[in-house]
């Protein structure tokens, strides 16, 4: 199967390209990116007044298999991602069981390879049933296929088990992906402590249950070594630690999520469950210290925290209700419309957040649309405003803050290995 992209602007940070060409794929690879490239093709796709980017990387999914089979399962989790341009994605290990054992890494791997809609990665456990007591066999779990480790969803919550962690995992070559958060200064709370808890009532969780423990291992992987990347950072503290200890040579990443630059703690108002996540909606400042982040580069990616809850787990009293949001389907439209229309990033940058950063982070051939390499392609629209709506989502839940906001950026097709896997109707 062959497919020629014509006429669409091309946007490679990689290679440095940011113009009109014409993109040729053939046996699954890019086989050549050009001006007016006057070859036969199996499918012809006009691109006219449309992005051709390389697919993007999400470093940071919740696909809930095994075990939260009701929330979201690997084949709904790949559907979604195809929608949103998606091409590689990878899971957190907070599953039933815990994805800490070389059996499981293999079942993720090999049930994304059977959907075959975006390429699934995951990452095992940092500590044996992510119990903070431990260190699981990393050796095993990279053999495995993972690609790091991560006891997301909690802390490592011993600062001597980190230490052990990163320097265990660096002898794998494996990024420890840290959920870094203080659950005693946490404290019962259920969203970000400041005029919003007190309006609403609700117990606060302050920004310092982050940033110290971001303080922390930033502090600890410097000393040590190893690859720390730091998940979801959604405070001005904690970007400052990060930037800080960066400006010093640690060799530190982060990500944050799109709606750390969003959104801010107001969408909490009437007690909305759907903007209840963790780490919480920050306030102004903070949002603003994100795209500062972003834009210095402090921040290298952009990844999603994709996580679907079932209905019952949401529409209930804000307190009790569980945390996290639906991603996948609006996270390039987001930074789109946020970022690049507001001229905080070029798109070229959006896409090196979201695609090419991502993929060096975790160290696979991808993130370009360099000649020879995989044909995992996004096509969006920059032009038409749409409206979010979250009922059509391919994710099995709707758990989501954007319903009815108007964006910029929807994805038209999306390419994997040289195969279509979404192109979206009319
Ligand atoms: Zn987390």
Redesign the pocket.
């Known amino acids: 199967m062959s497919i020629l992209i014509k006429g669409g602007r091309v946007v490679d940070p990689k290679n440095n390209i940011d113009k009109i060409l014409d993109v040729l794929v053939k046996d699954g690879r890019i086989a050549k990116v050009a001006a007016d490239i006057d070859e036969k093709a199996d499918r012809v796709i006009d691109a006219g007044g449309k992005v051709v980017a390389p697919g993007l990387i999400d470093l940071?999914v919740h696909f809930r298999e095994p075990g939260y089979e009701y929330k979201e399962d690997i084949e709904t989790g790949s559907r979604a991602a195809a929608r949103g341009g998606v091409t590689t994605v990878v899971c957190?290990p907070n599953t039933d069981p815990p994805i800490d054992n070389p059996a499981l890494v293999k079942y993720v791997l090999d049930r994304g390879r059977e959907v075959g809609l975006t390429n699934v990665l995951t990452v095992g456990c940092v500590t044996k049933g992510q119990q903070s007591k431990e260190l699981s066999e990393m050796g095993e779990l990279k053999n495995a296929g993972a690609i790091g480790v991560s006891d997301?969803?909690r802390p490592v919550i011993n600062p001597s088990l980190m230490r052990r962690a990163l320097e265990y995992a660096s002898m794998f070559d494996l990024p420890v992906m840290s959920?870094s958060?203080d659950l005693d200064l946490v404290d019962g709370g259920s969203m970000n402590e400041g005029y919003m808890s007190t309006y609403l009532g609700l117990r606060g969780i302050p920004k310092c249950a982050e940033s110290v423990a971001v303080t922390r291992d930033v502090l600890i992987a410097e000393e040590v070594g190893g690859r720390l990347h730091v998940?979801?950072v959604s405070t001005r503290n904690s970007i400052d630690a990060i930037r800080r200890a960066k400006k010093r040579g640690a060799n530190i990443t982060c990500e944050t999520a799109p709606h750390y630059f969003s959104l801010t703690d107001k969408a909490v108002d009437g007690f909305n469950t759907n903007a209840k996540m963790?780490?919480p909606l920050r306030d102004e400042d903070d949002v603003n210290a994100v795209i500062e982040g972003l834009i210095d580069g402090t921040i290298d990616a952009i990844a999603t925290?994709h996580a679907p809850h079932d209905k019952d787990e949401k529409d209930i009293e804000f307190e009790y209700a569980l945390n996290g949001i639906v991603g996948l389907e609006t996270s390039l439209a987001l930074g789109y419309t946020n970022l690049v229309m507001s001229g905080k990033l070029t798109l070229s940058q959006l896409i090196e957040k979201m695609s090419a950063n991502p993929a060096d982070i975790i160290k696979i051939d991808k993130g370009t649309l360099g000649e020879g390499k995989a044909a995992d392609i996004v096509i969006f629209d920059t032009e038409h405003e749409y409206e979010v709506d979250p009922e059509k989502f391919a994710s099995k839940n709707h758990n989501c803050p954007y319903g009815g906001m108007k964006l910029r950026g929807r994805v038209d097709t999306t390419i994997l290995g040289g195969n279509i896997v979404y192109e979206r109707e009319a």
Do not use: A, L, R, V
Request: aromatic share 0%.
């Open positions: 940071h957190m997301d969803g959920h958060e998940c979801h963790n780490p925290d």
